[in-house]
């Protein structure tokens, strides 16, 4: 079993904000198999899937992006699923909007989501697909930047990008990460 978390902020205020890239592959990702997020539990809206014949549960926390760990670590507990089965899906700034990253480990990298996943399960080892939403425009705010909407050009660049990632975690779950991170880095890093 793997648990599946994409990121972002719950109300409408956020919806298609930069901040929420993760939950709109989450939406994506439902939508793929043919099942939902709606069922309010562990601090998230859920869903169950499966992939390649693996029960998923599909997670957006609704504890907000600083408090994403606390939800990530009820499900966990919950489900008895081990930090290396725990797909995070979220936005980064260091990608430009569109661009792919799947990593198996890592840092935060200044994310506060993750940092607050990073302290509730004690450890940086678990998989996650970054997102790319641009980097922030000198002497602008980075919470007014990851907190505003896409310009029409990205929303179209970002379209793509959600699909694309929201198949990228169904080729983690199925084939692996290592064939994943194949696929997907190289595609937008020029290889």
Do not use: W
Not at 180 to 190: L, R
């Amino acid at each position: 079993m793997f648990i599946i978390a994409g990121l972002g902020n719950p109300t409408r205020e956020y919806e298609g904000t930069r901040h929420n890239a993760g939950f709109m592959v989450m939406d994506a990702l439902a939508d793929k198999l043919g099942t939902d997020i709606s069922e309010k539990k562990h601090k998230a809206l859920c869903g169950r899937g499966v992939i390649g014949g693996e029960k998923v549960i599909l997670l957006k926390p609704q504890t907000y992006m600083n408090s994403s760990g606390e939800s990530i670590r009820a499900a966990a507990d919950y489900y008895k699923v081990d930090p290396e089965d725990i797909l995070v899906v979220y936005d980064d700034i260091s990608l430009a909007p569109g661009q792919l990253r799947i990593r198996a480990k890592g840092s935060a990298g200044g994310h506060n989501g993750i940092k607050s996943i990073i302290a509730h399960l004690g450890t940086q080892e678990f998989p996650r697909v970054k997102v790319g939403v641009g980097e922030k425009p000198p002497r602008m705010d980075l919470a007014d930047y990851v907190l505003g909407h896409f310009s029409a050009e990205e929303k179209k660049i970002m379209e793509q990008a959600v699909k694309e990632a929201a198949d990228a975690v169904c080729e983690i779950v199925s084939e692996g990460i290592d064939k994943a991170m194949n696929d997907h880095n190289a595609k937008k890093e020029g290889r």
